[in-house]
């Protein structure tokens, strides 16, 4: 039975261009020169019938030395490769990816509603607060909103945090707000007068 140490068979997986991620060769040489740890590594290889070895190409150094793995050292490379780790498991991250173009963020992929923020005074005397608006909204964004000015009084909200002197205590305040929100009794999906009527 042939064995190799584990620097041999690194040697011959190099030769061969293979690792455990990909077993398919795309390649069978390795050129080094006589002397050399590789080169006596190789040459164990060589007389246990696992590679040949023959001149350099002549653009190379002439005691250049070209090994190359057997049929038998193909397959003994092949047998000794440890088994392929697992495939890597497929996140909404990765679909995001294969589809981003199509989206304004991940955010909006995954249907995350964003809250925003919205500003009002004058320099020296502004305030703050976060706000969500209701799914369906024209007004929904779904990255995070720092364009102050473009709010009004009108538009429908769902989640409404206090007008706050800093952008800390408006995103406490909304925080507030939104663990109220959700711990009110679910309603059907299109209920929505009950929702801001209440």
């Not at 925003?116 to 969500?132: D, F, K, L, P």
């Not at 995103?171 to 663990?179: D, E, G, N």
Request: with cysteine.
């Amino acid at each position: 039975m042939i064995e190799a140490t584990e620097k041999q068979l690194e040697l011959l997986w190099h030769t061969l261009g293979i690792h455990p991620e990909c077993r398919l060769s795309s390649r069978n040489y390795f050129l080094t020169s006589p002397g050399y740890d590789d080169a006596n590594n190789l040459d164990v290889l060589v007389a246990a019938g696992l590679m040949t070895c023959g001149k350099a190409p002549a653009f190379c150094a002439q005691d250049d030395v070209v090994y190359r793995a057997t049929d038998e050292g193909k397959r003994f490379a092949l047998d000794k490769l440890p088994p392929p780790p697992p495939p890597r498991k497929y996140t909404k991250f990765d679909a995001y990816l294969d589809e981003c173009e199509c989206y304004d963020g991940f955010a909006h992929f995954l249907g995350i509603n964003m809250p925003q923020y919205q500003q009002r005074g004058e320099w020296g005397a502004r305030e703050y607060r976060m706000v969500r608006y209701p799914r369906g909204s024209a007004y929904r964004q779904y990255r995070r909103h720092y364009d102050f000015a473009r709010w009004s009084p009108y538009e429908m909200l769902e989640v409404v945090g206090e007008w706050a002197p800093t952008l800390k205590e408006a995103k406490a305040s909304y925080k507030a707000a939104l663990k109220q929100f959700r711990a009110r009794p679910k309603l059907p999906a299109n209920d929505f007068e009950r929702l801001y009527s209440a």
